[in-house]
């Protein structure tokens, strides 16, 4: 699913903003990276947290609680947010003629390219946004194509993976990779396809938490789950690289690219 992010310009005056607040981890990425210091008055409490990929410039920065109290008081010019807040939120916002700026599930890259040009564009700063996604093009433009992807499945610590329609695929397929699963979305780990189809590499986000943060009846401590984790290569992608859409994606998709299959990564 993709919701193109886009502000209510409407309720702007045309100006750039100058009080903006990011309620979410996902919408601080955007602030952080697009917005200038002057710009932003609060992110989020989880904007420093490790999955966070602007987690240092987060720190200068107030944080602010999603709460209709805490937003009322610091009268902000735009709120950006992906999911912060709950369903609620915009309508809320909306009744008290805040503009929002909604930020959908983002995945591909080019969704991601589009959500940057719109958010620094809401933001008054288009020459950003257009310099990153120009650079962003450049850097996967330059990872060399192959003609033989290797197979792959990437697993989640709760014992599920992904298929088509996904950025974590979308991020498999531009990294050389072939991802094994045929199907849409999210699904528990599919035991037989490991054992019929043995893809060649393992690739993951939760370093050395994949079975200690998966539930009791989780596939993932399964014995064929259990075994394929111990004899297979293995790519493990920073948890902040694909917590959430963003151009920091063409970072693990060099680092999924430039792995020789005689080596692991860990």
């Given at each position: 699913?993709?919701?193109?992010?886009?502000?209510?310009?409407?309720?702007?005056?045309?100006?750039?903003?100058?009080?903006?607040?990011s309620i979410d981890y996902c919408a601080?990425?955007?602030?952080?990276?697009?917005?200038?210091?002057?710009?932003?008055?609060?992110?989020?409490?989880?904007?420093?947290?490790?999955?966070?990929?602007?987690?240092?410039?987060?720190?200068?920065?107030?944080?602010?609680?999603?709460?209709?109290?805490?937003?009322?008081?610091?009268?902000?010019?735009?709120?950006?947010?992906?999911?912060?807040?709950?369903?609620?939120?915009?309508?809320?916002?909306?009744?008290?003629?805040?503009?929002?700026?909604?930020?959908?599930?983002?995945?591909?890259?080019?969704?991601?390219?589009?959500?940057?040009?719109?958010?620094?564009?809401?933001?008054?700063?288009?020459?950003?946004?257009?310099?990153?996604?120009?650079?962003?093009?450049?850097?996967?433009?330059?990872?060399?194509?192959?003609?033989?992807?290797?197979?792959?499945?990437?697993?989640?610590?709760?014992?599920?993976?992904?298929?088509?329609?996904?950025?974590?695929?979308?991020?498999?397929?531009?990294?050389?990779?072939?991802?094994?699963?045929?199907?849409?979305?999210?699904?528990?780990?599919?035991?037989?396809?490991?054992?019929?189809?043995?893809?060649?590499?393992?690739?993951?986000?939760?370093?050395?938490?994949?079975?200690?943060?998966?539930?009791?009846?989780?596939?993932?401590?399964?014995?064929?789950?259990?075994?394929?984790?111990?004899?297979?290569?293995t790519i493990a992608i920073p948890p902040?690289?694909?917590?959430?859409?963003?151009?920091?994606?063409?970072?693990?998709?060099?680092?999924?690219?430039?792995?020789?299959?005689?080596?692991?990564?860990?």
């Open positions: 699913m993709y919701s193109l992010a886009s502000a209510e310009v409407n309720h702007l005056t045309g100006r750039a903003p100058k009080r903006v607040i601080d990425q955007y602030l952080l990276k697009l917005g200038t210091p002057g710009q932003i008055l609060g992110v989020s409490p989880k904007s420093t947290a490790p999955f966070s990929f602007m987690r240092f410039e987060a720190k200068n920065f107030n944080k602010v609680r999603p709460t209709p109290e805490e937003l009322l008081a610091l009268k902000p010019d735009l709120i950006i947010r992906s999911f912060g807040g709950g369903i609620s939120t915009n309508k809320f916002l909306r009744q008290h003629e805040i503009p929002v700026l909604q930020i959908g599930l983002l995945d591909s890259v080019e969704e991601i390219n589009q959500t940057i040009l719109n958010v620094s564009k809401a933001l008054g700063n288009d020459d950003l946004g257009i310099a990153l996604v120009n650079e962003s093009n450049r850097r996967l433009l330059s990872i060399a194509r192959v003609e033989k992807k290797s197979t792959a499945i990437y697993i989640a610590a709760g014992g599920v993976t992904t298929g088509k329609g996904t950025l974590v695929h979308d991020i498999m397929s531009k990294g050389n990779l072939r991802n094994i699963i045929d199907s849409q979305g999210w699904s528990d780990i599919p035991l037989e396809q490991l054992v019929s189809l043995r893809p060649n590499i393992i690739v993951h986000s939760y370093l050395d938490d994949l079975t200690t943060n998966s539930g009791k009846w989780s596939s993932i401590h399964h014995p064929v789950t259990k075994r394929f984790l111990k004899q297979n290569k902040a690289l694909v917590s959430c859409g963003g151009w920091y994606s063409i970072d693990a998709i060099e680092m999924i690219s430039g792995v020789k299959m005689e080596n692991t990564i860990h």
